[in-house]
């Protein structure tokens, strides 16, 4: 070998060494933020689910006593399962910038359907069996969502 050609490959290597290091560097760190991404979204996925199922509960039985008060009318109910569901719309909201695009019609489907199993004219029997129904269906728009 030439000593033209030595001198050229002790300059080469290196560079290629360095590129290939600072390319790892950029790769890596690219992952890295990726991988946090992913983890703070699911994070705030399972925050915003909880938070919503949370307050689900709490209008439901607040509804059910509300269907069933003697003291108030039948308009009267149906206005006050109106106003507890309507409060669910901006947890609803923020649920729904979680959803993938496709599951966001249907839960929100789920959940006016659970709001008109809730007034005072659904029948007892139909609530009992469609509740459990629907709830499960939005627990399992929510498990996909997060596991995804």
Do not use: C, M
């Given at each position: 070998m030439s000593?033209a050609?030595?001198t ?10 360095g590129?290939f290091?600072l390319?790892?560097g ?7 933020r ?10 705030e996925r399972?925050a ?10 709490t ?10 008060a003697?003291d108030?009318s039948?308009?009267?109910?149906d206005m ?7 409060g ?5 909201n923020i649920?729904r910038?979680?959803?993938k695009?496709?599951?966001?019609e249907?839960?929100?489907?789920l959940k006016?359907?659970?709001w008109?199993?809730?007034g005072?004219r659904?029948?007892?029997?139909q609530?009992?069996?469609?509740v459990?129904?629907l ?5 399992s728009?929510?498990e996909k969502?997060?596991?995804?």
């Open positions: 000593e050609t030595n050229n490959i002790l300059i080469i290597v290196p560079v290629v060494s590129l290091a390319l790892g950029f790769f890596g760190t690219w992952l890295a990726r991988t946090e991404y992913e983890k703070w979204l699911r994070q399972s915003a689910f909880a938070e919503f199922l949370k307050q689900l509960h209008v439901r039985e607040k509804a059910i006593d509300a269907t069933y003697p108030l039948e308009q009267q109910r006050k399962v109106t106003e507890l569901f309507v669910l719309n901006g947890q609803e649920v910038l979680y959803l695009p496709t599951d966001r249907k839960f929100s489907k006016h359907d659970l008109l199993l809730h005072p659904a029948e007892q029997s609530r009992i069996q469609k459990d129904s709830l499960s269906e939005i627990q728009i929510f969502t997060i596991h995804d």
